[in-house]
């Protein structure tokens, strides 16, 4: 199937937004009121309303919700990528078209979190016309001028395996657990942990829906929040997991769940080989090895449940697509050079020489980008500057492996270590790039090996009592409109504020798949 990868209109992707008015979409985005955005830029409730007018009359739509929404999905991380990378093409939505079913839309599912952009904007001055009763005589909302200052870094070198640490606070980890002298993989959960504000651990396992009815998904991918999953489970185990004709007759019902594995539903059947690699919202990415005619063998790319194809840049399949946090999509090569959502170089990472696999992209944040990639009998993890350079560097030469997964915060690498105290197992781990000290994570052991699969940052809150389902609800309001309606167990991001509307408490919170929203107290534990 032909595919022609589009770029967005040009008024979705930036119409000459002013300071101001960018201020203002990220405070929409937030779900703030016009009372709520004239407090926050120090300007009177006309002043809001009318620049809030602005926006909407600005980009053609007809509520705040859906400039919130396209700030949100098409412009919030371009424009600060943009800033970052100067000069570098945006990352601002994926547009595929396929000549036999028309256009199809995904929007790259892009986590964000608020510490990683909260400085990074345009230092030009705000020439716009005062808006009525625009008189700032506040200070500059922290972050809405001036560049950004990197946190300190590590110095590089020699990174050293320490004594064992404690799952830290705010921060979700997930993970697997292989059997005891077992070669079946994973367990069948994906365990996720975090400590709620009383330091209680929990533990839940994503996957429980499959374990009550004694199935094993044999195939899964998650979003960038860990909010939407697709798992696919075999009809005729296992012959999913088999090669050869038993494989390429093998069909795999798809299960699909928007609120980090609490309920889920039917979404699709698949057959034959191929992996989910990544989640977006309108589709999940799934990766299908193909024989050519010269007897070799490539991989072929497509949108589940849709079927259409997704083309690397320049139709070149020795890319490999990462779903970044912090970038969204992107593709590598080989040589570390980075291409986004749209096909477009956005940096050469300048690896040694004697690098011998690709690098391993595991997050952006302060303006620098994480990779790791091996060399030799050493594995390294680096840190670049916008331009590719290699700015620090840490190697790990031991006879012991360890798999870094996902950047978890400033100079923090979340992944997997291997010990010799424990027979070689696995561990989750913390690697420490501050101190070059990787420390293990007793607190993740549940069998003999553990790995991990990803992180998500805190604090959490909890859905507990709820009945049928409790309303998250656009605004601290009982006739506010839904956002939607989320059974005990489900997992929000506590987002620090509460108020005082309709004689309840209501809390702000991000759901799973990163919708702002508030819910009522009573029914969420911290």
Same mark, same amino acid.
């Not at 300190?152 to 921060?171: E, I, K």
């Not at 303006?367 to 350079?389: C, H, K, N, P, Y």
């Given at each position: 199937m032909a595919v022609t990868q589009l770029r967005p209109r040009p008024h979705l992707y930036d119409p000459g937004w002013t300071p101001r008015q960018r201020q203002v979409l990220d405070l929409l985005a937030r779900g703030r009121t016009n009372p709520q955005?004239?407090?926050?830029?120090? $300007?009177?409730?006309?002043?809001?309303? +009318?620049?809030?007018?602005?926006? $909407?009359?600005?980009?053609?739509?007809?509520?705040?919700?859906?400039?919130a929404e396209y700030w949100r999905q098409y412009n919030g991380l371009p424009a600060r990528l943009h800033r970052v990378f100067a000069g570098v093409a945006s990352m601002a939505g994926l547009k595929w078209a396929a000549t036999a079913v028309g256009v199809v839309v995904l929007a790259a599912a892009i986590a964000v979190g608020a510490a990683i952009f909260a #400085?990074?904007?345009?230092?030009?001055?705000?020439n716009e016309a005062a808006a009525p009763g625009d008189v700032d005589t506040t200070a500059p909302t922290p972050g809405a001028g001036g560049? %950004?200052?990197?946190?300190?870094?590590?110095? /590089?070198?020699?990174?050293?395996?320490?004594?064992?640490?404690?799952?830290? &606070? #705010?921060?979700? !980890?997930?993970?697997?657990?292989?059997?005891?002298?077992?070669?079946? /993989?994973?367990?069948?959960?994906?365990?996720? *942990?975090?400590? @709620?504000?009383?330091g209680t651990l929990h533990k839940d396992d994503v996957f429980a829906f499959f374990s009550a009815r004694g199935e094993k998904p044999h195939d899964y991918a998650f979003d960038s929040?860990?909010?939407? $999953?697709?798992?696919?489970?075999?009809?005729?185990?296992?012959?999913?997991?088999?090669?050869?004709? &038993?494989?390429?007759?093998?069909?795999?019902?798809?299960?699909?769940?928007?609120? /980090?594995?609490?309920?889920?539903?039917?979404?699709?059947?698949?057959?034959?080989?191929?992996?989910?690699?990544?989640?977006?919202?309108?589709?999940?990415?799934?990766? %299908?090895?193909?024989?050519?005619?010269?007897?070799?063998?490539?991989?072929?790319?497509?949108? !589940?449940?849709?079927?259409?194809?997704?083309l690397p840049p320049a139709g070149d399949y020795s890319l490999y697509p990462y779903n970044v946090p912090g970038l969204g999509l992107t593709w590598t090569n080989a040589k570390g050079v980075v291409y986004d959502a749209m096909g477009q170089e956005v940096l050469r990472l300048q690896l040694d020489t004697s690098a011998v696999t690709a690098p391993k992209l595991l997050g952006f944040s #302060?303006?620098?980008?994480?990779?790791? +990639?091996?060399?030799?009998?050493?594995?390294?993890?680096?840190? !670049?500057?916008? @331009?590719?350079?290699?700015?620090?560097?840490?190697? +790990?030469?031991? #006879?012991?492996?360890?798999?870094?997964?996902r950047l978890a915060g400033v100079n923090t690498v979340a992944g997997s270590v291997q010990t010799e105290s424990?027979?070689?197992?696995?561990? /989750? *781990?913390?690697i420490d790039l501050a101190t070059n000290t990787i420390r293990p994570l007793p607190d993740l052991d549940d069998r003999s090996s553990t790995f991990t699969v990803s992180t998500v940052a805190g604090p959490f809150l909890r859905v507990t009592s709820a009945g049928d389902c409790l309303n998250v609800r656009e605004q601290p309001s009982t006739s506010a409109a839904v956002v939607g309606c989320y059974a005990d167990n489900v997992v929000f991001k506590d987002g620090g504020e509460s108020k005082q509307a309709d004689g309840k408490t209501w809390l702000a919170v991000?759901?799973? %798949?990163?919708?702002?929203? +508030?819910?009522v107290a009573d029914y969420l534990s911290r």
């Open positions: 955005i004239g407090e926050a830029l120090g $300007i009177s409730l006309d002043g809001a309303k +009318w620049h809030v007018s602005e926006v $909407i009359t600005k980009l053609g739509v007809d509520s705040r919700e859906e400039a #400085n990074l904007r345009d230092g030009e001055g705000d560049t %950004t200052t990197p946190s300190p870094g590590g110095q /590089g070198g020699a990174l050293s395996l320490g004594g064992s640490a404690t799952l830290p &606070a #705010n921060l979700a !980890f997930y993970y697997f657990s292989a059997p005891p002298q077992s070669d079946a /993989g994973y367990d069948g959960r994906i365990i996720r *942990a975090y400590r @709620d504000a009383a929040r860990m909010g939407e $999953i697709v798992a696919a489970v075999c009809q005729q185990p296992p012959a999913c997991t088999q090669v050869g004709p &038993a494989l390429a007759s093998a069909r795999a019902t798809v299960y699909h769940s928007l609120d /980090g594995g609490v309920t889920w539903a039917e979404y699709g059947e698949v057959t034959g080989a191929g992996s989910f690699i990544a989640v977006f919202p309108g589709g999940a990415l799934r990766a %299908t090895p193909v024989q050519e005619a010269s007897g070799g063998q490539s991989v072929r790319y497509s949108l !589940f449940p849709s079927g259409v194809e997704v #302060n303006g620098e980008l994480t990779a790791s +990639w091996r060399r030799q009998s050493e594995l390294i993890i680096g840190t !670049f500057a916008s @331009d590719g350079t290699l700015k620090t560097s840490y190697t +790990w030469a031991a #006879n012991q492996d360890l798999q870094p997964v424990s027979n070689n197992a696995m561990h /989750g *781990a913390i991000e759901t799973p %798949t990163g919708k702002p929203g +508030w819910a």
